[in-house]
């Protein structure tokens, strides 16, 4: 616990030092709030503590690391993308900060738990740092969507650190079960997930167009990337010493059932049943024929019952015909909430929120879901911001194992935002022009209908997808298999006029593959575009297999060192519901129905 606060003092110390480039007021502030913080803080972790096995530190050995000690973190530490964030967590010195860590790391394991365990530490710290940002200029916005760049670091730290809480209770259930083996894929998507929130953050901010000065909060935010991106290759590097071989393409197990274990014989009759024949937890009706004129007003209904366990799990939301014009946000506390509409056009969510008006990419969005086990069924999303205004989200997710079935998602640049975790789409249409897939989650796309519009004037290109992996160690990508990818009905008339492309990539590992696929004549002979002043061909991966349609062939395809024109079958089945989402462990409870492999 001494470890804990002494980190919280020191980051304390120096956040005072920067007093300088804040207002009096401001730098008056933060010392009390992050008193407040520091005291809430302590008692979390004694909860923790109580609630599970003896701290993490105490499975260190006491009395300072031993020589042998220090040689074996300095091995492991080289092998990590930040090599001094790594040793500077667990190396004495002769600074009275690092020599009070007495408790040092022996195995990789260990130093995994321990990477992890600090990272949540900084989390907090980042977290009191934001939420002092949000509290000491509130008063001064008159627009406080244009502090949407502190706010969504606030937002999605909440997240990150329920991500790491989750890696900690689950290597400590599998160290004492002995099934390390089985939770790779869970421990990775959460890592990953971590890592692409704190870049998500980084982008909130620089894209900031409010005035306040976001240094501090910048640096805390790089830090901690820093710091989970290591624990997330020591996660990898305790992996593949332990022979499990996580994301590996093409290797994970695939199961014969036709539905993953992960969805419920209950929530399977959610999804196949019709509407009729639901038991609605809160119906939405515009005529007052419901129990809400909103969906907002029926998630706080269903957030209550949750809180006092009437839900049995899951909060089932039955969203009437009409046209809400309101803006959704399920938070990552609000957890296994499904969305039923009456059908594609007749349930229409709608927003207008974009960049140009102010807005951050992540907080456009019309409908936002970050709690775990989301699941929406036919409702159309539509962001109405129109071609010339730039990032426009209809809907974001990062909720994982979620579900969108059967639904509509409509905008032109950034429409679906597929921000983390694991995901499924299936018989879902999308709608957009510029980069209208994206995101960095683990997704796969089934039996989609995937739709390129006429961009806001002519020279302009259309991407389909634009995939955010920022390390190789992430599982994340974007998997579109068995769906339809053409020109709407706006660009065909005029598709001769524009170039519409399979991809770009966003970001330097970014990973897109197509399979099985229809592509129309819209697609350019090229397939995929670079990003412009990026250097990511040699470390992305895009892939193709078995596609047909007009735009399929790949004679006329990039050539860069990343791209797979052809890749095997082996490789293929790896980005498959069972091989890319591991799909046969959580889709059945869902009930959605889904291929678990290949086509054929």
């Known amino acids: ?30 010392p009390l709030f992050l008193t407040i913080e520091i005291l809430s803080f302590s008692s979390l972790l004694a ?14 050995s006491r009395g300072g690391p031993s020589k042998e000690a220090n040689n074996n973190i300095l091995s492991f530490c080289k092998h990590t993308p930040y090599q001094a964030a790594c040793e500077s967590i667990f190396i004495s010195s002769s600074s009275k ?31 009191a ?32 650190i329920d991500s790491l809480d989750n890696v900690i209770r689950k290597h400590d259930k599998s160290t004492k079960s002995s099934t390390y083996g089985h939770v790779d894929d869970d421990v990775q998507t959460w890592l990953s997930a971590a890592l692409t929130n704190q870049e998500t953050c980084l982008e909130s901010l620089e894209n900031d167009k409010s005035k306040v000065d976001k240094g501090l909060m910048e640096t805390s935010a790089k830090n901690l990337s820093q710091f989970i991106s290591n624990s997330l290759s020591l996660f990898m590097m305790t992996s593949r010493a332990k022979n499990t071989n996580p994301n590996v393409v093409g290797g994970r197990r695939l199961l014969s059932d036709d539905f993953p274990t992960w969805v419920s014989g209950t929530e399977r009759k959610l999804l196949e049943g019709s509407v009729d024949e639901l038991e609605a937890h809160a119906v939405v009706a515009l005529d007052g024929s419901g129990t809400h004129k909103s969906i907002g007003e029926a998630l706080g209904l269903v957030a209550s019952l949750e809180e006092s366990g009437t839900t049995g799990g899951r909060s089932v939301i039955h969203v009437k015909a009409g046209t809400y014009q309101e803006y959704i946000d399920i938070p990552t506390k609000q957890k296994n909430v499904m969305l039923i509409g ?14 140009e008006a102010g807005w951050t990419t992540y907080k456009s969005a019309t409908v936002a879901a970050m709690g775990d086990g989301f699941i929406a069924r036919d409702i159309t999303f539509v ?43 299936r018989e879902t249409q999308i709608y957009g022009t510029v980069d209208f897939i994206f995101g960095n989650s683990a997704v796969v796309f089934q039996n989609c209908d995937i739709f390129a519009r006429k961009p806001a004037s002519t020279g302009l290109k259309n991407f389909v997808t634009a995939q955010g992996r920022s390390s190789p160690d992430q599982n994340t990508g974007i998997s579109i298999h068995n769906c339809k990818i053409s020109a709407a009905s706006d660009l065909a008339p005029v598709k001769s006029n524009y170039e519409t492309y399979l991809g770009r990539p966003w970001k330097q590992y970014s990973r897109t593959v ?25 470390t992305l991966y895009y892939g193709e297999y078995l596609n047909f349609g007009p735009g ?49």
């Open 342 to 355: 009456d059908g594609l056009g007749k349930t229409i969510i709608v927003g207008s929120r974009n960049s």
């Open 1 to 30: 616990m001494f470890c804990v606060f002494l980190s919280l003092f020191s980051m304390l110390a120096i956040l005072s030092s920067h007093g300088g480039h804040r207002s009096k007021s401001h730098t008056l502030f933060l």
């Open 129 to 160: 740092l934001a939420y002092n940002f949000t509290i000491s200029h509130r008063q001064n916005a008159h627009q406080p969507h244009l502090l949407g760049g502190i706010n969504d670091c606030l937002e999605l730290l909440e997240d990150s």
């Open 47 to 60: 909860e923790a503590n109580q609630a599970s096995s003896p701290s993490h530190f105490s499975k260190f």
């Open 552 to 600: 399929a062939s790949t004679s006329g395809r990039v050539q860069w060192p990343g791209y797979h024109a052809s890749i095997t079958s082996t490789a293929a089945q790896g980005f498959t519901v069972g091989g890319f989402i591991s799909g046969n462990l959580w889709l059945p409870s869902t009930g959605v129905s889904f291929d678990s492999g290949l086509i054929g």
């Open 383 to 425: 962001n109405s911001a129109g071609p010339a205004k730039q990032q426009a989200v209809a809907l974001r997710v990062g909720a994982d194992k979620s579900v969108i079935f059967r639904c509509s998602i409509v905008g032109y640049q950034d429409t679906l935002y597929t921000h983390s975790k694991r995901q499924f789409y």
């Open 514 to 538: 197509v399979m099985q696929s229809y592509l129309d004549e819209s697609i350019n002979r090229a397939g995929w575009s670079p990003w412009a002043g990026g250097s990511t061909l040699k």
């Open 97 to 127: 900060t690092s020599t009070t860590y007495k408790e040092a790391p022996q195995t990789l394991e260990n130093l995994f738990v321990y990477s992890v365990d600090f990272s949540i530490i900084k989390a907090h710290l980042s977290r």
